[in-house]
Every structure is written in C-alpha cells, then in structure tokens.
C-alpha cells in the first residue's frame, strides 16, 4: 500500500465540481477484459457474472488514529454505504470520491472510471501585469481489476483477488496568485485478497501517514464493495 502526492494549480475551483459529477455516476464508467476487448462472461470462465457495487472514500485522520482503522469493524459497522460514511465521518473528514454499479465477470474483467482535469502547470505575469497561464490536463480516477473464482462448489463464496488504483484531487492548497491555489493529486494501490460472500460488503483500505494535507492529517482511501445483490 503506497500514496505518492504530486501538487499542481487548479485551473478552476469550479472543475472539482465536474469532478465530482464525473465521477459519483454519471456514466463514464468502463468494463473491460484482459487485452481491452469488451468483457464477455459464460460458463468457460467458472464464474457468472455479477453485480458490483463500490464505493471509495477519502478520509482524512490525525496520523495517531491511523492504527485504529480495521476493515472487518469497518465492514460491520457499515451494512449500507450510507452507515459507513458516517462511521468514517465521526473519524475523520469525510468524502465519497469514486462510485461504481455495474455487472462485472470477477474472473477477469477490469472497470475504469475516470476524468480528465485541467490544471495550471505555471503562471507569468506580463511587464504589463496581465497573467499568462501554462495549462495541462490530468488524468484522475479508479481503475479496479477482477481476478475470481468459485471457493466451493454449491456455495456463493468467491475467491477473489480485487486490485484498485486510485487517482484524486485532495484538495485545495494554499494561494499561489490571485485567484490561483495550489491543488494535491494523491496516487495509491490498495486491494484485497481473500474469500468472499456474495450479497456481503467488504472493505479495505490504503493508508500512508507519511502524506499529510494542508492541516498534517493523514490521508486514507476506504472501499466498500458488495459481489453479487446486496442481502437485507
């Protein structure tokens, strides 16, 4: 589990809106298998296909509390998206970055959600006091790859290995001219590994305390995900 953290100026604050349409559902979401073919599932791949729902949240921790995060508590406190964010919430400042609902092979099919954001690379500002701005688009999003198979015959219990890169605007930083801040894009690899029922949320987490934001918290990325029709 790593975090690297690159800062850039933010061409408009209103893009961390955009973002945020982008990203939280708004249909830019891709299903992909291995080879980037469009992802086909049948009985050869041993697995059916499933619906999958995920959720990723970025919350930000004083670097003492890092320690007491647990997936599994997580998991139970949460039942519902809705129940884990305000669990997070009382942790930490809180926010929903990426979101998914799609059907999914999870023997081998990878899921792509994305944007590209305009930021400001550098700032001149004319003998004449006019400023002339350096642009250059990033690339941010969740990229979650499948790797599946049954556990046990008869049982809804998958294998599964779940491998999720995350790439996201923290936050506003501090201003660098008139009208321009400072933005932090924070990269991290996080998965999970391990058997799975389907209708059960499971969540796992990528932690780095070493990454701070603009008030020394630490920064983590928290997923919930459910294989298969969530179970009341």
Avoid: W
């Avoid at 050869?44 to 670097?63: K, N, S, T």
């Avoid at 936050?171 to 799975?196: D, F, H, L, Q, W």
């Amino acid at each position: 589990m790593s975090h690297k953290a690159r800062s850039f100026a933010h061409l408009f604050l209103a893009s961390v809106s955009l973002l945020a349409a982008v990203c939280m559902g708004c249909g830019q979401a891709e299903t992909k298998a291995p080879g980037g073919a469009a992802a086909k599932a049948g009985p050869a791949d041993g697995v059916a296909p499933e619906r999958f729902q995920a959720a990723i949240y970025e919350v930000h921790l004083p670097p003492a509390m890092v320690g007491q995060l647990d997936a599994q508590a997580l998991a139970a406190k949460g039942p519902t998206a809705a129940d884990l964010e305000k669990v997070l919430a009382a942790i930490g400042r809180t926010r929903a970055v990426y979101q998914v609902d799609q059907s999914v092979n999870p023997a081998k099919d990878m899921i792509n959600v994305g944007a590209r954001v305009p930021t400001i690379t550098s700032s001149h500002t004319t003998e004449a006091g006019a400023t002339t701005n350096s642009i250059s688009y990033q690339s941010v999003g969740a990229i979650f790859k499948f790797a599946g198979r049954p556990a046990e015959a008869g049982r809804k219990v998958l294998d599964l290995k779940l491998a999720v890169e995350i790439s996201a605007i923290l936050e506003s930083g501090p201003e660098m001219s008139k009208g321009v801040k400072a933005t932090t894009i924070g990269n991290c690899s996080m998965g999970y590994t391990g058997p799975v029922e389907l209708g059960r949320p499971f969540v796992f987490f990528s932690v780095d305390a070493t990454v701070k934001d603009a008030d020394s918290n630490a920064i983590a990325y928290v997923c919930r995900a459910v294989m298969g029709e969530p179970k009341p």
